[in-house]
T-cell receptor, first 115, second 111 residues
Framework: NAGVTQTPKFQVLKTGQSMTLQCAQDMNHNSMYWYRQDPGMGLRLIYYSASEGTTDKGEVPNGYNVSRLNKREFSLRLESAAPSQTSVYFC??????????????FGPGTRLTVL | DQQVKQNSPSLSVQEGRISILNCDYTNSMFDYFLWYKKYPAEGPTFLISISSIKDKNEDGRFTVFLNKSAKHLSLHIVPSQPGDSAVYFCAASGGAQKLVFGQGTRLTINP
């Protein structure tokens, strides 16, 4: 039971290059999320997927696209990377309960540097 | 507009003493609150949560207190141990799936 896995762990891009960050979970959760973490900013939601086949914007979606490939996998794509996208990216998943509560389980992160 | 705020970027506590981490929120629609712990180069891990119908929740050495009138929650760690040194994030949600996170507080436990 690996939980939430992310690939790659590290990536260096040049401005304008594209890449896709991969995320998979084996907990059979319906909901998945992408966050970025920047110093002093906490975790900010980029996109989320409440269930297979749906995606919604979060707080900072500009410059990103997502795909919910199936229940297990949720990818994040940078079409034309910019230095402002240098960050640590975390994927998370959860099973939202009817009576509230949304404990999200996080992957180990991808450290991305855009030169 | 920062809806969840952790005003102390860092906190240093002696081993064995109590650590108190604070968090304030502005959105009165928030009804569920969580604390996460994060070690360097790892993802955040869930620590403890509290629903707005309660004012206290305990789990071993960790206790979360919620003061709804003040829109304030705190995490108490007693006794503090060296392994508790990490960054702690508070988070809140309001009936939806999205969590709003604070900026984090770096806790250092000194031997």
């Amino acid at each position: 039971n690996a939980g939430v896995t992310q690939t790659p762990k590290f990536q260096v891009l040049k401005t304008g290059q594209s890449m896709t960050l991969q995320c998979a979970q084996d907990m059979n959760h319906n909901s998945m999320y992408w966050y970025r973490q920047d110093p002093g900013m906490g975790l900010r939601l980029i996109y989320y997927s409440a269930s297979e086949g749906t995606t919604d914007k979060g707080e900072v979606p500009n410059g990103y696209n997502v795909s919910r490939l199936n229940k297990r996998e949720f990818s994040l794509r940078l079409e034309s990377a910019a230095p402002s996208q240098t960050s640590v990216y975390f994927c998370a998943s959860s099973e939202v309960r009817h009576l509230g509560g949304n404990e999200q389980f996080f992957g180990p992160g991808t450290r991305l540097t855009v030169l | 507009d920062q809806q969840v705020k952790q005003n102390s970027p860092s906190l240093s506590v002696q081993e064995g003493r109590i650590s108190i981490l604070n968090c304030d929120y502005t959105n009165s629609m928030f009804d569920y609150f969580l604390w996460y712990k994060k070690y360097p180069a790892e993802g955040p891990t869930f620590l403890i949560s509290i629903s707005s119908i309660k004012d206290k929740n305990e789990d071993g050495r960790f206790t979360v207190f919620l003061n709804k009138s003040a829109k304030h929650l705190s995490l108490h760690i007693v006794p503090s141990q060296p392994g508790d040194s990490a960054v702690y994030f508070c988070a809140a949600s309001g009936g939806a799936q999205k969590l709003v996170f604070g900026q984090g507080t770096r806790l250092t436990i000194n031997p």
